[in-house]
């Protein structure tokens, strides 16, 4: 080895000496770092399902089951909390829950399925709307999970009945259905808007 490859190899090695230890070594976990608590849990799993709803990685049914099963875990969670005595087997029980629809959560965003709205129609682009109205009160908790779970729930009968009133024409709707999902659709409409403006919030 040369005089120059020396000193370069030295000089390397004296570089590495003077990083700090936190640049040498990855800096160990936080002992003091507190696990998410059972209400963050919730706001992240209703931001996961209304970004879902938004983009259509979850269908209106996917969305009405997943909602309804958080309904449930917030009753439960609830009634454990009445007697004033949250213990710490009832608060393991919910988080064993919340770790189920997280699971769930994650499966039907990424089973393939998707929100097939068709927004080259105006009914699609009404549907699209609609789904992006929901998603956005799931996220800012201005629809609580029973209220998504209902227009959800509404949401996926009428993409059932429009979808067989196509298979039925040959793929298109007669001026006659066109109008009857309208009015539906202005119900519903109707719906997200009075859930999302009442006094009931995540």
């Known amino acids: 080895m040369n005089n120059l490859s020396k000193s370069l190899f030295v000089s390397a090695a004296l570089a590495v000496c003077m990083l700090p230890a936190s640049a040498q070594t990855p800096a160990p976990a936080d002992p003091n770092t507190k696990a998410p608590t059972i209400h963050q849990r919730k706001d992240n799993q209703q931001q996961r399902i209304g970004e879902g709803v938004e983009n259509g990685s979850l269908t209106a049914g996917e969305a009405s ?66 789904q992006k109205r929901i998603g956005e009160g799931i996220e800012n908790g201005s629809l609580t999970p029973r209220e998504a779970s209902r227009v959800e729930r509404k949401e996926a009968a009428l993409n059932h009945e429009t979808r067989t009133m ?37």
């Open 166 to 202: 196509r298979a039925q024409n040959g793929g298109t709707l007669t001026p006659a259905e066109k109008a009857k999902v309208n009015r539906q659709q202005n119900h519903l409409s109707k719906s997200i808007y009075n859930q999302k403006h009442d006094a009931q919030h995540r």
């Open 65 to 130: 089951r997943l909602e309804h099963k958080e309904a449930v875990i917030n009753r439960e969670e609830k009634n454990m909390k009445a007697d004033g005595n949250f213990t710490p087997a009832e608060r393991a029980r919910i988080q064993r829950q919340q770790n189920q629809v997280s699971h769930d959560i994650y499966q039907q965003k990424h089973d393939g399925q998707m929100q097939n709205t068709n927004p080259k129609t105006e009914i699609g682009q009404r549907k699209e709307n609609q």
